[in-house]
């Protein structure tokens, strides 16, 4: 009984890892569009605010830690900005 739960979870964990990539994939995306939006900055607090408070409020609707969920999308932003900053010769990446 344990190992099918347990499978199920490493299916799971699986597509999450998946669904990160996916994410991450979009991030040099994201800067074509913000310099084709005229945006001289990469890091957009604006738009920052409104994932977090969206990834809270359906974490809330599903009755899950949203705390834990906030600081989940803070380390994604946190990666694709990481992205961006280094596609556009500002970062760290090698």
Do not use: C
């Amino acid at each position: 009984m344990i190992e099918q739960v347990r499978g199920q979870i490493a299916v799971i964990d699986a597509e999450i890892v998946e669904l990160i990539a996916r994410r991450t994939d979009l991030a040099s995306q994201v800067l074509r569009a913000k310099r084709a939006d005229g945006f001289i900055q990469i890091d957009d607090e604006k738009q920052h605010e409104r994932v977090l408070n969206r990834a809270v409020d359906m974490a809330t609707e599903r009755n899950i830690d949203a705390g834990a969920v906030k600081k989940i999308f803070e380390i994604l932003i946190a990666m694709n900005l990481e992205i961006q900053h280094g596609l556009s010769g500002e970062g760290n990446l090698p």
